[in-house]
Each structure stands twice: as structure tokens, then as C-alpha cells.
């Protein structure tokens, strides 16, 4: 046991070799537990990888096909109008840049788009958080994008994304009828007259010649465009109300603006494509005389109130005084006492009183207009008569 052999026998002994043998089996399994946590954690951060992908990817896809449906449904409305994005309009009024008018529920800009070739358009932005902006929206593209007319402004197309409501319009250069009337200078007599029957045979169109009739609820001189040829456009269908086909009459809140709303609005009755023809005979009035409803400037009292004036000066015999230094009107009296008495017409209180909006020949030269008018029936309106005018 002491010698060197035994020694080195000893040396050679395997308990070491069997604790050495021991290291290798040890270092394998924690090499293994090394590897399998390793492919473990890997593979959990590449499944989360994946998995974070694959929701991301779902994520977006369900937000395009919501986008989609947003702007290409179309079928909503049942119509054939374009479906513009919003950053089509974004880009088409440089940033909704230049304004050329503000409503009740958004804000008109001019814009330019590729219809077709490149056309300027009126891009009309509704509030996306104005429940009226919403109704107005649906109302106008129902109402508006079924009709075809010289004179109603053209719907183009339309912008349903997400909270972006749109209308996109034929851009009209000479703006509106009111600008028309009241500025400087006066416009002529004859075109007057024009843009008058222009009004009435659009009126015509959507009280009777349109699948169901369409009631605007809001004519007035902002509300018709005129073109660059000076025909004139109804525009503005927000408030519009569609009837249904053989309906003549429908209850709903009160519609319009001041000076302009029937009496009946007021009644909680129902109500008509008359209460058009009594806006329209208010407007009429502005487009005889070019002055507002009521005018501050007067002294007299009696002028301050115009349909009150138009009455005065018709049963009086002075209608001279209604243009006066506007010397076509004046010398052309008998169109100007057939449009008086026309316009008095359409204001009566009681809409049963009131012409219907009839189409019939336009004959300019004795100027009977769309109502097919003759003296003794517009007597009526004035108690001269018992007879009753056709509704």
C-alpha cells in the first residue's frame, strides 16, 4: 500500500473516474433542462410573436372591411351616387381651405375632383356630432340623389366614413339668389323673370313629376344657386320630407326658416307641398322688388313689411311704387301686376287658398307661369269673388 505501484494503482483507481463519470451524465441533464427551457422560451415568444401578429392582422382586417362598408354602402340610400373617401375630400378642398358658406349643421368649402375630368365642386361638411347633421345627411341624399332636373342642383356623390357625413355638389359660380337680388347693381327685370319661372318649374318637378312627391320645407333665396348660364338650382334638401306614393299630406315638427314658414306649421297639423308654395310666394315678392321681407330703412310703416306692402299697392293700383327706378319693370306693368297677384296668391293663410305648384305651358309674353293663373280666379284671393281657384 505504500510502495509507488500501489500508489499509482491506487491512482488508477475508478472511484474517481466514477465521481468524474459522474460530471458528463449531470452537465447532459442540465444541458437538456438548458435546451428544453431554451426551446421552451423561445418558442413561447415566437408563438407570442405570432400570436400578437395574428390579432394585429384580424384587428385590421375587421377595421377594413368596417371602413368598406362605411364608405361603399351605397345601397343604403338605394342610389347610383359616387362614393368619395374622405381623404379624396380631404385632398379636393386642399384641407377644406376656401369656405363659400356656412348652414344650420356644417360648413360648404370649393373644392376640385376628378369627375370624369377635373370638375369644382361645393363640398358641403356636415357636423359629425350634430344629430341633425346626421338626419340632414341621410335626408338630403334620399331626397336629392333619386332626382334629375335643370332646375335642382346636382347631387355628385357623397362621403359615409366612419364619422365623416359629405355631400359633394356641382359648384355653382354666381353664387345664391340672394346674393343675386340684393346686390349692386340691381339685376335686370327680364332676368328676374327668368330665374322666377326657373324656380317654379323645379317646384313643379318635385310636387308632381317626381315617383313620390318631395316637400323642400325651406325655399328661400340662400337655398337656390344660380349657374354661371343664370338659371337657377333649388338646393338645400336637409329639411326635405319625402311622401309616400298617393300620400299628400304628413305631420312632422316644425320645418324652415322665419319669414318664410306657412301658418300652418304652427296649427300641429298636417301639412303639404303647399307650405312650398307659400315660401315661394314670399320669395317671389323679394325677386319683384329686390328688398328683404322687412325692411328697418322705411319711415313709412306700411313698407316695412312687404307682403303687407304688395297687398297695399295691388289693391291701390300703385304697383310702380313696389320697382320703383326700374324702368323694364315699369314699363312692362302687366307682367309685373300677374307676378304681384301671383305671389299674394301663393301667401294666403289657408293652404286649401293657395294654387298648387300645376304644371301647364309657359307662355312668357302674358306670363301665366306654371299655375295656369287668369284674373278672374286670382280674385278670389283678395274676397272679390266666392268662386274657388282649382287646388
Not at 423561445?42 to 405570432?50: D, Q, T, V
Not at 373617401?85 to 376628378?114: M, N
Not at 320630407?241 to 297639423?269: C, D, M, P
Amino acid at each position: 500500500m505504500s510502495n509507488g505501484r500501489q500508489g499509482a494503482a491506487l491512482a488508477f483507481v475508478k472511484v474517481m473516474k466514477g465521481i468524474v463519470s459522474s460530471d458528463p451524465i449531470s452537465n447532459s441533464k442540465h444541458d437538456k433542462k438548458v435546451i428544453w427551457l431554451s426551446v421552451l422560451f423561445g418558442s413561447s415568444g415566437l408563438f407570442n410573436i405570432l400570436l400578437l401578429g395574428v390579432i394585429s392582422l384580424m384587428v385590421f382586417s375587421r377595421r377594413q372591411r368596417k371602413s368598406r362598408k362605411d364608405i361603399n354602402d351605397s345601397s343604403v340610400f338605394e342610389t347610383n351616387l359616387h362614393v368619395f373617401t374622405f381623404e379624396e375630400l380631404r385632398k379636393a378642398t386642399d384641407e377644406f381651405k376656401e369656405e363659400l358658406g356656412r348652414g344650420s349643421f356644417g360648413i360648404v368649402y370649393k373644392g376640385v375632383v376628378k369627375y370624369g375630368s377635373k370638375t369644382q365642386v361645393a363640398v358641403k361638411k356636415l357636423d359629425k356630432l350634430s344629430q341633425g347633421g346626421e338626419k340632414e345627411f341621410k335626408a338630403e341624399v334620399t331626397a336629392i340623389g333619386r332626382t334629375h332636373h335643370k332646375n335642382l342642383v346636382q347631387l355628385l356623390g357623397y362621403c359615409y366614413e366612419g364619422p365623416h357625413r359629405i355631400l359633394v355638389y356641382e359648384f355653382m359660380s354666381n353664387g345664391s339668389l340672394a346674393n343675386f337680388l340684393f346686390g349692386i347693381p340691381r339685376p335686370d327685370w327680364y332676368q328676374r323673370v327668368q330665374v322666377a319661372l326657373g324656380i317654379a318649374r323645379g317646384l313643379v318637378y318635385l310636387h308632381e313629376e317626381c315617383t313620390t312627391p318631395i316637400i323642400h320645407c325651406d325655399i328661400k333665396p340662400q337655398n337656390i344657386l344660380i349657374d354661371e348660364l343664370f338659371i337657377p338650382r333649388i338646393s338645400d334638401f336637409g329639411l326635405a320630407k319625402s311622401l309616400e306614393l298617393n300620400q299628400t299630406q304628413t305631420h312632422t315638427g316644425i320645418r324652415g326658416t322665419r319669414g318664410y314658414i306657412a301658418s300652418e306649421w304652427f296649427r300641429n297639423v298636417l301639412v303639404t307641398v303647399k307650405v312650398d308654395v307659400y315660401s315661394f310666394g314670399v320669395m317671389l315678392l323679394k325677386i319683384i322688388c329686390c328688398r328683404k321681407s322687412v325692411a328697418q330703412e322705411f319711415e313709412n310703416e306700411e313698407r316695412a313689411i312687404l307682403t303687407d306692402w304688395a297687398y297695399d299697392c295691388f289693391r291701390e293700383g300703385t304697383l310702380e311704387a313696389l320697382v320703383e327706378n326700374d324702368d323694364a319693370a315699369m314699363n312692362d306693368i302687366e307682367t309685373l301686376r300677374r307676378w304681384v297677384m301671383t305671389a299674394i296668391w301663393c301667401v294666403q293663410e289657408d293652404p286649401l287658398q293657395r294654387p298648387a305648384m300645376r304644371k301647364s305651358q309657359l307662355n312668357y309674353s302674358t306670363v301665366l307661369l306654371v299655375f295656369g293663373i287668369i284674373d278672374d280666379l286670382m280674385h278670389y284671393a283678395f274676397g272679390l269673388t266666392n268662386s274657388t281657384p282649382p287646388n
